[in-house]
């Protein structure tokens, strides 16, 4: 996971972004992507690290934060979640002090937001994304709202894995997906009578 900070230095031209949010479960992505960012600092290659932000599910470690423990809770689980990669109740320490050393934080994000980012991702920039990972854009959106994200932060969201890797979230929200031939003509001929292309 300390790769991740690696290429997220290396393509910001040696800058460090001011946060970095990712889809939580245990914490383990973000844990090692502080660790990177640490090391990156330590080698004078950058001057700091980011603050860390926990995209969640059933909100452990907003929790703890919010009552400055140490424990964190084991959340209710309803299973009711679209985001099964992050669908823990409970995630751990190690994550929460990141979060705390950092200067960062958690918020939960609910089945709606993320699927309209998954949706939203798809459209505006061909990207289609597990709900897990559109869930942190979901939280940036939550903290821009509230102010904890401001407009002038350079914002890196970790997207976590494709959208193929859960598709039954996708078909149960846009219904049955598209199903097109390989040939590309045969393809383009099947969206341009769809009016999905123009003529």
């Known amino acids: 996971y300390k790769t ?12 460090v972004p001011d946060c970095c949010v990712l889809p ?18 330590a080698f004078g290659w950058t001057d700091r690290s980011p603050r860390m932000i926990a ?16 424990v964190l809770p084991d959340m209710p689980s309803t299973n009711d979640t679209v985001a099964k990669s992050t669908s823990a109740t409970r995630s751990t320490f190690q994550a929460l002090s990141i979060i705390r050393r950092s200067g960062g934080t958690a918020t939960v994000v609910g089945n709606e937001d993320i699927m309209r980012w998954q949706q939203r991702l798809a459209r505006e920039e061909g990207l289609y ?3 897990a990972s559109a869930g942190a854009m979901a939280a940036i959106e939550q903290l821009r709202n509230s102010g904890k994200i401001e407009s002038t932060d350079k914002v890196v969201a970790l997207l976590t894995a494709s959208g193929l890797k ?23 001929a099947v969206l341009r009578k769809m009016k999905l292309i123009p003529e």
């Open 24 to 41: 939580v479960c245990y914490g383990d992505a973000l844990v090692g992507m502080w660790r990177g960012f640490q090391d990156m600092q």
């Open 55 to 70: 995209s969640e599910i059933y909100g452990s470690l907003s929790t703890a934060l919010q009552s400055s423990s140490d």
């Open 129 to 131: 994304v597990e709900p």
């Open 166 to 188: 859960d598709p039954a979230a996708t078909s149960a929200v846009q219904g049955d997906l598209l199903m097109i031939p390989g040939e590309v003509d045969a393809a383009l």
């Open 4 to 15: 991740l900070a690696y290429e997220i230095a290396e393509q910001m031209d040696w800058q």
